[in-house]
């Protein structure tokens, strides 16, 4: 709401222009918070990740007009409705105003519908790249297919969710690893399995979430757009080691992604990447005792462990 | 009518009766809010020692398994030690004197509900010290993480937790079934629907709340218990249940457990913003109805907290439609308390710096709340330190917040004694930049891509991270002012009048503290709407006898 409305129709045209002004400054700030919103999130790097921002960013902005439009009212009243110090009297009983009432019911209701409909066409554009996901219960792979956002076919990827590491299986090329690589600007289905409890498959360069539930196999669908190395993280509370259940992934050009593959499947099998494990065998000998925990599982056989220690893109 | 008279003569009731299994609700309301925070101090040091883990990227202060022990604990402690009987313990002061009804519908139940808290309290406090340790898997508690219990006792620490939990859900049915009745049934004559408080209305809708979405997690926990102790498979993937149908029954409830605590907060708002303001409420029709509007919506909002949990398309479109509903009552109450300060005579007492301060932080949690709603934002943030800002905001900073306004308001009724002014804003001052430190660096964080639940990160969070355990210590520091006070002023604060705010209620027409059975049975016919500042009509019949009779006794006692 505005100073003005409650303000009836006693205002001087001194006034209006006054509050004329504060609002095209709170319009400009709140532009201008909306362009900052693209720099606190992470680099863009999936097709998903621009829609998402520009969502992000639009709330931002709109939310910056709300949020400051109830502060400004909060400090004029502060500056100049306070009581005088030995005033003990009452304020002018205004009880309500039903035309008032009505507008700030009506504004509100539209922007929120209005917010939605935009998020859920962003959705819809979201499932039209690759659908969030498709649930099955135990069902096999599906053939690699093409979506109509893009017409590559898919690489499959299986992600094997663990207490508490992170293995991605390519079935096509027999390879295994600990870190997973993918090809710049092809679409990748995530076969995402999980033996013991949940999981979620969080990379916040993509923007993408999705948690990984025993009992299932969730396809999970992404393109990533940019080259680099990036974080992913479990991202539903899964035990002890849940904070180090972490993953690099390596965004690559397509032709040094099958040179990548060539050379894995030419590795020998040997331990991958598992925290946990390392730290488990640590708390053995130490004296500083914790709580219970289940031990972890071992860790998986791999071509490539990889690293997760190397800098990563923000 | 007869009017009441007040004995200066009655023998001052000894402090033991609060540890006793006392039915006086106003006795009752004492011995919760004391009992919270008790808890409120335990559940602080666990945030503090949490802030210490996350003051450096390395899970170096405590071990993991503390780590996630100490998480887990603190978020219950808060919701099920703290705020539930706080609000509980200002349910029973404030309900029969606000209504003017000698106390609750069924004080022996009354008594019941609250007993159970500390045994249950009990039990969740015994869990840090049985083998393995306490629960670990959040205060969601999700299966199957949280039934693998590590060391296969039949008493673990999940399982008391579960058992503490389950205790918990039947005291608040306990309570919600008293607070219901008691404004449905028990009103002063005269008082109809629309001449009730707004407290009274955010009770009734918050505990109408309670009486429908409790059953759910109650059920679903001893479900939870069954599969932890007696093998059965309800959400066991590996027995064919299903893990996901757990999170239905815990968000059915939980989140309109977040109602049920925001709910009474906005009606602290609705009642001390016109005092402090020297207006009626702005809109006062609108703000009731509100109440009810946020408990339809409330229900059918709950997926929200399951975006990336695997519900399809139609279901996540459904819910962010819904939970952005709720947008709009909540603004309706907003700007009714706007319309109420604009063009008042603003007192910035203590209580109403609180609830400036709490309507800040709550605009500004909504803002983010709308975010969350909006389902591919959600998918990005969910789970990570974005929503743990978010849900601090709304928790801490606008509901604690509220419920410290709440108790420096009517700690004069309730006490007899009035609380210090400097200490008050000392600790407002504190509280609110505490509080603005701690939270507000989560949000970054979480964008960044930090979870939620980690007992080390990556080193590129380390900055928000050291400002927010900064902001963290300060508000542990800041309760320091708060216990002086209120120790200081009990035991020898300047007497209260029976109105020191000059405020309207049929709770500020008792003396202070009221008598046993509040009006007993001279209680005043109300004749108005409350909050009738400026319109100098009374809210009962024979006001002024009744003021002038309660002067005449606080004279009498002050000669003495």
């Given at each position: 709401?505005?100073?003005?409305?409650?303000?009836?129709?006693?205002?001087?045209?001194?006034?209006?222009?006054?509050?004329?002004?504060?609002?095209?400054?709170?319009?400009?700030?709140?532009?201008?918070?909306?362009?900052?919103?693209?720099?606190?999130?992470?680099?863009?790097?999936?097709?998903a990740?621009?829609l998402v921002?520009?969502l992000f960013?639009f709330e931002?902005?709109v939310g910056?007009?709300?949020?400051?439009?109830?502060?400004?009212?909060?400090?004029?009243?502060?500056?100049?409705?306070?009581?005088?110090?030995?005033?003990?009297?009452?304020?002018?009983?205004?009880?309500?105003?039903?035309?008032?009432?009505?507008?700030?019911?009506?504004?509100p209701l539209v922007l929120v519908m209005a917010i939605a409909v935009y998020a859920m066409r962003v959705n819809t554009t979201l499932g039209?790249?690759?659908?969030m996901e498709?649930?099955?219960?135990?069902?096999?792979?599906?053939?690699?297919?093409?979506?109509?956002?893009?017409?590559?076919?898919?690489?499959?990827?299986?992600?094997?969710?663990?207490?508490?590491?992170?293995?991605?299986?390519?079935?096509?090329?027999?390879?295994?690893?600990?870190?997973?690589?993918?090809?710049?600007?092809?679409?990748?289905?995530?076969?995402?399995?999980?033996?013991?409890?949940?999981?979620?498959?969080?990379?916040?360069?993509?923007r993408?979430k999705?948690?990984?539930?025993?009992?299932?196999?969730?396809?999970?669908?992404?393109?990533?757009?940019?080259?680099?190395?990036?974080?992913?993280?479990?991202?539903?509370?899964?035990?002890?080691?849940?904070?180090?259940?972490?993953?690099?992934?390596?965004?690559?050009?397509?032709?040094?992604?099958?040179?990548?593959?060539?050379?894995?499947?030419?590795?020998?099998?040997?331990?991958?990447?598992?925290?946990?494990?390392?730290?488990?065998?640590?708390?053995?000998?130490?004296?500083?005792?914790?709580?219970?925990?289940?031990?972890?599982?071992?860790?998986?056989?791999?071509?490539?462990?990889?690293?997760?220690?190397?800098?990563?893109?923000? | 009518?007869?009017?009441?008279?007040?004995?200066?003569?009655?023998?001052?009731?000894?402090?033991?009766?609060?540890?006793?299994?006392?039915?006086?609700?106003?006795?009752?309301?004492?011995?919760?809010?004391?009992?919270?925070?008790?808890?409120?101090?335990?559940?602080?040091?666990?945030?503090?020692?949490?802030?210490?883990?996350?003051?450096?990227?390395?899970?170096?202060?405590?071990?993991?398994?503390?780590?996630?022990?100490?998480?887990?604990?603190?978020?219950?402690?808060?919701?099920?030690?703290?705020?539930?009987?706080?609000?509980?313990?200002?349910?029973?002061?404030?309900?029969?004197?606000?209504?003017?009804?000698?106390?609750?519908?069924?004080?022996?139940?009354?008594?019941?509900?609250?007993?159970?808290?500390?045994?249950?309290?009990?039990?969740?406090?015994?869990?840090?010290?049985?083998?393995?340790?306490?629960?670990?898997?959040?205060?969601?508690?999700?299966?199957?993480?949280?039934?693998?219990?590590?060391?296969?006792?039949?008493?673990?620490?999940?399982?008391?937790?579960?058992?503490?939990?389950?205790?918990?859900?039947?005291?608040?049915?306990?309570?919600?079934?008293?607070?219901?009745?008691?404004?449905?049934?028990?009103?002063?004559?005269?008082?109809?629907?629309?001449?009730?408080?707004?407290?009274?209305?955010?009770?009734?809708?918050?505990?109408?709340?309670?009486?429908?979405?409790?059953?759910?997690?109650?059920?679903?926990?001893?479900?939870?218990?069954?599969?932890?102790?007696?093998?059965?498979?309800?959400?066991?993937?590996?027995?064919?249940?299903?893990?996901?149908?757990?999170?239905?029954?815990?968000w059915?409830?939980?989140h309109?457990?977040?109602?049920?605590?925001?709910?009474?907060?906005?009606?602290?708002?609705?009642?001390?913003?016109?005092?402090?303001?020297?207006?009626?409420?702005?809109?006062?029709?609108?703000?009731?109805?509100?109440?009810?509007?946020?408990?339809?919506l409330g229900l059918v909002v709950w997926v929200h907290h399951m975006f990336p949990s695997g519900v399809p398309e139609w279901m996540r479109n459904l819910f962010m439609f819904t939970t952005m509903l709720i947008a709009v009552?909540t603004?309706?109450?907003?700007?009714?308390?706007?319309?109420?300060?604009?063009?008042?005579?603003?007192?910035?007492?203590?209580?109403?710096?609180?609830?400036?301060?709490?309507?800040?932080?709550?605009?500004?949690?909504g803002v983010t709340g709308i975010m969350l709603a909006t389902v591919p934002i959600d998918i990005h943030v969910s789970?990570?330190?974005f929503v743990?800002?978010h849900?601090?905001?709304?928790?801490?900073?606008?509901?604690?917040?509220?419920?410290?306004?709440?108790?420096?308001?009517?700690?004069?009724?309730?006490?007899?004694?009035?609380?210090?002014?400097?200490?008050?804003?000392?600790?407002?001052?504190?509280?609110?930049?505490?509080?603005?430190?701690?939270?507000?660096?989560?949000?970054?964080?979480?964008?960044?891509?930090?979870?939620?639940?980690?007992?080390?990160?990556?080193?590129?969070?380390?900055?928000?991270?050291?400002?927010?355990?900064?902001?963290?210590?300060?508000?542990?520091?800041?309760?320091?002012?708060?216990?002086?006070?209120?120790?200081?002023?009990?035991?020898?604060?300047?007497?209260?009048?029976?109105?020191?705010?000059?405020?309207?209620?049929?709770?500020?027409?008792?003396?202070?503290?009221?008598?046993?059975?509040?009006?007993?049975?001279?209680?005043?016919?109300?004749?108005?709407?409350?909050?009738?500042?400026?319109?100098?009509?009374?809210?009962?019949?024979?006001?002024?006898?009744?003021?002038?009779?309660?002067?005449?006794?606080?004279?009498?006692?002050?000669?003495?």
């Amino acid at each position: 709401m505005t100073p003005s409305q409650a303000q009836g129709p006693r205002f001087s045209p001194l006034s209006v222009v006054a509050l004329a002004a504060w609002v095209a400054l709170l319009v400009v700030l709140s532009v201008w918070m909306g362009q900052q919103a693209y720099r606190w999130l992470p680099v863009q790097a999936s097709t998903a990740a621009p829609l998402v921002d520009g969502l992000f960013s639009f709330e931002t902005a709109v939310g910056t007009f709300v949020f400051g439009g109830v502060v400004s009212v909060m400090a004029w009243v502060l500056l100049m409705h306070r009581a005088d110090k030995y005033d003990e009297s009452d304020a002018e009983p205004i009880e309500g105003n039903t035309r008032l009432e009505v507008i700030w019911t009506a504004i509100p209701l539209v922007l929120v519908m209005a917010i939605a409909v935009y998020a859920m066409r962003v959705n819809t554009t979201l499932g039209m790249l690759g659908p969030m996901e498709h649930i099955h219960l135990r069902s096999p792979v599906e053939d690699a297919g093409g979506y109509p956002g893009d017409r590559l076919p898919a690489e499959q990827v299986e992600v094997i969710a663990r207490q508490w590491s992170w293995e991605f299986r390519y079935p096509g090329a027999d390879v295994a690893a600990t870190e997973l690589h993918l090809a710049v600007n092809q679409p990748v289905t995530f076969r995402l399995v999980s033996d013991d409890v949940l999981h979620g498959i969080y990379i916040p360069a993509f923007r993408v979430k999705q948690d990984v539930i025993p009992g299932r196999a969730i396809d999970f669908n992404l393109t990533p757009t940019r080259e680099g190395r990036y974080r992913l993280r479990d991202s539903q509370f899964s035990g002890t080691w849940f904070a180090a259940n972490q993953a690099d992934v390596v965004v690559e050009s397509a032709a040094d992604h099958q040179a990548w593959l060539q050379a894995a499947a030419r590795q020998p099998l040997q331990s991958g990447i598992s925290d946990a494990s390392r730290e488990f065998a640590q708390r053995g000998q130490s004296t500083k005792a914790g709580w219970a925990t289940v031990p972890p599982a071992p860790p998986p056989q791999v071509n490539v462990p990889g690293s997760n220690t190397l800098p990563h893109d923000g | 009518m007869t009017l009441a008279t007040f004995p200066a003569s009655e023998p001052k009731p000894s402090w033991t009766r609060y540890f006793t299994f006392n039915t006086d609700a106003k006795v009752i309301g004492i011995q919760y809010i004391v009992l919270a925070f008790f808890f409120f101090l335990v559940g602080g040091l666990l945030a503090m020692i949490i802030r210490g883990e996350l003051i450096t990227p390395e899970a170096d202060l405590v071990d993991r398994t503390v780590y996630n022990g100490i998480y887990t604990m603190h978020g219950t402690v808060m919701l099920f030690l703290f705020v539930f009987p706080v609000l509980n313990g200002l349910n029973n002061l404030l309900i029969p004197t606000m209504i003017g009804a000698p106390d609750m519908a069924f004080p022996r139940l009354n008594a019941v509900a609250f007993w159970l808290v500390p045994i249950f309290g009990v039990l969740l406090m015994s869990s840090f010290f049985v083998p393995g340790g306490p629960a670990y898997s959040g205060w969601w508690s999700y299966p199957p993480v949280s039934i693998q219990n590590p060391l296969g006792h039949l008493v673990s620490g999940q399982g008391l937790w579960l058992t503490a939990v389950a205790l918990s859900g039947v005291s608040s049915i306990m309570g919600a079934v008293n607070f219901v009745t008691t404004i449905i049934r028990m009103r002063a004559p005269g008082m109809g629907w629309f001449r009730m408080p707004v407290f009274c209305w955010t009770a009734l809708a918050a505990q109408s709340l309670q009486l429908i979405g409790l059953p759910s997690l109650t059920g679903g926990a001893i479900m939870l218990l069954m599969d932890l102790v007696a093998g059965t498979s309800f959400y066991d993937p590996a027995g064919g249940g299903d893990p996901v149908l757990y999170q239905h029954f815990f968000w059915f409830y939980s989140h309109p457990a977040v109602y049920v605590i925001i709910l009474p907060v906005f009606g602290i708002f609705s009642e001390l913003f016109p005092v402090y303001s020297r207006k009626p409420l702005f809109g006062y029709v609108y703000v009731a109805v509100a109440s009810f509007i946020i408990v339809g919506l409330g229900l059918v909002v709950w997926v929200h907290h399951m975006f990336p949990s695997g519900v399809p398309e139609w279901m996540r479109n459904l819910f962010m439609f819904t939970t952005m509903l709720i947008a709009v009552p909540t603004g309706v109450k907003v700007f009714a308390w706007l319309g109420t300060l604009w063009r008042g005579k603003i007192r910035l007492t203590t209580p109403m710096l609180f609830c400036l301060g709490g309507l800040f932080n709550f605009v500004f949690a909504g803002v983010t709340g709308i975010m969350l709603a909006t389902v591919p934002i959600d998918i990005h943030v969910s789970n990570t330190y974005f929503v743990v800002g978010h849900f601090h905001y709304v928790i801490y900073g606008a509901a604690v917040l509220g419920i410290f306004a709440a108790i420096y308001h009517w700690f004069p009724k309730f006490t007899g004694r009035m609380p210090y002014e400097g200490l008050g804003k000392v600790h407002f001052l504190l509280t609110f930049v505490g509080a603005n430190l701690n939270f507000l660096p989560m949000h970054p964080l979480g964008l960044m891509g930090m979870p939620r639940r980690v007992s080390s990160y990556d080193p590129e969070f380390t900055f928000w991270n050291v400002i927010a355990s900064l902001g963290a210590f300060l508000l542990g520091v800041s309760v320091i002012p708060f216990l002086l006070n209120m120790v200081s002023s009990w035991v020898r604060g300047p007497r209260a009048t029976h109105n020191p705010w000059n405020a309207i209620g049929l709770e500020w027409l008792l003396p202070s503290p009221p008598a046993e059975d509040n009006f007993g049975e001279h209680v005043p016919v109300v004749v108005s709407r409350p909050y009738g500042y400026g319109s100098g009509e009374p809210l009962v019949e024979h006001q002024a006898e009744i003021e002038a009779a309660l002067t005449q006794a606080e004279q009498l006692e002050a000669a003495r």
